[in-house]
């Protein structure tokens, strides 16, 4: 928790948090992740690891488990408490190059635990490009919204893209025992580019 709030102290545009996760959201967001088979599951954000332990639970040594985490102090913890996750120092924006340059498929399930509120449109935009880019046909991709912010311009903006983006999108029951109190959004079937209308403009919802 010290680290936690030493890093938002540092910067709070990148951590978006004054608190980690609670076990009840991380129960929520990491629900997609199959128990049985080898799925390939990817982390955006894992910060100081509320989600890490569950999706680790989960997985109970099957499959593959990637966190990405941009800060480097956040990285080394990480990677200190979880030898088993193979944790990369980088830019969420960069999944596509991550999973190459590793030899990766696409992945089954990513979840996020990124800071979306404090990011601009462009910003939001390159990550969520780069998660579609990167989630198999009949994977899913998972997020979370504070409650009290659903209705503020980023989160709304938010909101659109990933209906842009997914076929479907369900917001899941608000989890209190969360600080602050969140929702999750549960995103399956990715529209790729190629799917895009050419002459509307306008994605295959």
């Known amino acids: 928790m010290i680290s936690f709030l030493t890093e938002f102290a540092r910067n709070p545009r990148a951590v978006g948090a004054v608190a980690p996760s609670s076990e009840p959201l991380a129960e929520r967001i990491t629900a997609a992740i199959p128990r049985t088979g080898q799925p390939l599951v990817v982390e955006l954000g894992p910060g100081t690891g509320a989600f890490t332990r569950v999706i680790q639970r989960r997985l109970a040594g099957q499959g593959r488990h990637l966190a990405v985490e941009i800060n480097p102090v956040f990285a080394e913890r990480l990677a200190r408490g979880y030898p088993e996750v193979d944790v990369i120092q980088a830019d969420a924006g960069a999944l596509p190059h991550v999973l190459a340059a590793r030899n990766l498929p696409r992945a089954e399930v990513i979840v996020s635990g990124l800071p979306w509120a404090v990011f601009t449109a462009e910003r939001q935009r390159q990550i969520l490009d780069a998660v579609v880019a990167s989630l198999a046909d009949h994977g899913a991709f998972t ?63």
Request: hydrophobic share 40%; with cysteine; net charge positive.
């Open 143 to 205: 997020t979370f919204a504070y409650q009290h912010a659903r209705w503020a311009p980023p989160a709304r903006r938010l909101h659109r893209m990933l209906c842009d983006l997914f076929e479907e999108v369900v917001v899941g029951s608000t989890v209190w025992a969360n600080l602050p109190p969140a929702v999750v959004y549960y995103c399956r079937r990715p529209v790729r580019q190629h799917e895009v209308g050419a002459e509307s403009g306008t994605p295959h919802r």
